[in-house]
């Protein structure tokens, strides 16, 4: 391991790694990886386009975030290039139980910034694990051009979960900020723990 990626999975902070066995399950399940991590693209654009929305108001944040969508649709068509290269065809979405569960450890209620920060934080996890799947997929699977296709946009989702730590720490005090990104990582370890292994989907 580089000294590069030594300090990328530190500074993911994830509590739990990824079974080192879901590789090698993924890799059987190529096409069905692919077509999860296609719709996981697509929601992450959605995901910044809705907070853009509403929150519209606060031009940092927008400004920060239109790059993403543009960058996250991006992912989306490559992966879709993907699928056709290889002849593997573009399937119905799956239920993503392990964005559901995060999704219902976001509090409800608050001011809106406090909302804000929730979502942020939310998101920033949810790339954190993606980019350390696609860590385990650019070194664990036989494909080379698929390994070089997960090395670069594991890079890339580990510029956006920073970027919302960043944006997080800079709507709300970075101590209160820190304290509840500690009960997210805690939760999603247990998440993690509890999910079933299983090589078609991308969480």
């Given at each position: ?136 997929l650019s070194k664990g699977i036989p494909d080379q051009e698929l390994q ?56």
């Open positions: 391991m580089s000294w590069e990626e030594s300090t990328r999975e530190k500074m993911l902070n994830l509590k739990l790694p990824t079974d080192p066995r879901w590789v090698n399950v993924a890799q059987m399940q190529i096409e069905d990886i692919l077509v999860d991590h296609a719709y996981c693209e697509q929601k992450a654009a959605s995901s910044c386009i809705s907070l853009i929305l509403r929150f519209h108001d606060l031009t940092e944040l927008v400004d920060t975030l239109t790059p993403i969508v543009a960058e996250e649709w991006g992912h989306f068509e490559r992966v879709m290039e993907q699928l056709k290269k290889r002849g593997m065809s573009f399937g119905k979405p799956r239920k993503d139980e392990y964005v559901t569960q995060l999704a219902g450890f976001v509090k409800k209620g608050g001011n809106r910034t406090q909302q804000l920060v929730e979502n942020l934080l939310m998101n920033a996890l949810i790339e954190a694990r993606s980019c350390e799947r696609f860590k385990l070089k296709f997960y090395y670069e946009l594991m890079i890339s989702e580990a510029g956006h979960y920073v970027t919302f730590l960043e944006l997080a720490r800079h709507y709300q005090d970075t101590e209160l900020v820190n304290a509840r990104w500690k009960e997210w990582l805690s939760f999603e370890a247990e998440v993690i723990s509890e999910l079933e292994l299983r090589g078609d989907r991308m969480h």
